[in-house]
């Protein structure tokens, strides 16, 4: 069944830039049935959703983010990418990659999460 | 953005008892073009991502036993669960996908009693 696994460091110092990846398994990020996206989890905001991809490009980010956040995608290796840049203490949390049905977006599949932690 | 809130924020059943979850958007998630309410349930059990239960309000997820329901319309919905199982012990999210950015409710802890 579909997979998704995300990597990256698990500490950053503030003011930097954070950068995690999420791989896909069994499925290809370049359908045009599906959003690929990322939500972070942190006990103090609980869930919130970061952003989306889809297949062509296009991106739809949180506007409480926008101005940090950068989310790829590259089909060559069935994989997206999520950048947040000037990091905070505020940005410590698991962060989840998922995938969202194109007509339908919700997140049927999740992966089973990262943890990144903002110190120095 | 829409503003999701649930209640209660933890409940304790007896196993075999009837769980209830309410959750309320700030605005209706009634998409009146498909009469569909875009609103998902989600079980998030201790060191795991969270798990779509219900979508549509009212779908059962490929998988979900169904002793899980959802209702409601409009503004306000419910995740019922009619027999409680141990297994079952978790946090239950609702979220909106009717516009972005997608917002969750802050969640509900549900425990045997």
């Known amino acids: 069944q579909v997979q998704l696994h995300e990597s990256g460091p698990g500490l950053v110092k503030p003011s930097e830039t954070l950068s995690l990846t999420c791989s896909v398994s069994?499925?290809?990020?370049?359908?045009?049935?599906?959003?690929w996206s990322w939500i972070r989890q942190s006990p103090g905001k609980g869930l919130e959703w970061i952003g989306y991809?889809?297949?062509?490009?296009?991106?739809n980010y949180n506007p409480s983010l926008k101005s940090r956040v950068t989310i790829s995608i590259d089909t060559s290796t069935n994989q997206f990418s999520l950048r947040l840049s000037s990091v905070t203490a505020a940005d410590t949390a698991m962060y989840y990659c998922?995938?969202?049905?194109?007509?339908?977006?919700?997140?049927?599949?999740w992966g089973k999460g990262t943890t990144v932690t903002v110190s120095s | 953005d829409i503003v999701m809130t649930q209640s209660p924020d933890s409940l304790a059943v007896s196993l075999g008892e009837r769980a209830t979850i309410n959750c309320k958007s700030s605005?209706?998630?009634?998409?009146?073009?498909?009469?569909?309410?875009?609103l998902a349930w989600y079980q998030q059990k201790p060191g795991q991502p969270p798990k779509v239960v219900i979508y549509?309000?009212?779908t059962r997820e490929s998988g979900v036993p169904d002793r899980f329901s959802g209702s409601g319309s409009g503004t306000d919905f419910t995740l019922t669960i009619s027999s409680l199982r141990a297994e079952d012990v978790a946090v239950y999210y609702c979220?909106?996908?009717?516009?972005?950015?997608?917002?969750f409710g802050p969640g509900t802890r549900v425990d045997i009693k």
């Open positions: 998922a995938r969202l049905p194109h007509q339908n977006n919700y997140m049927d599949v």
């Open positions: 069994s499925d290809s990020v370049s359908s045009s049935n599906y959003y």
């Open positions: 991809i889809y297949y062509t490009g296009s991106t």
């Open positions: 605005q209706s998630v009634l998409y009146s073009s498909d009469n569909n309410n875009y």
């Open positions: 549509w309000a009212s």
């Open positions: 979220q909106q996908y009717y516009s972005t950015p997608f917002t």
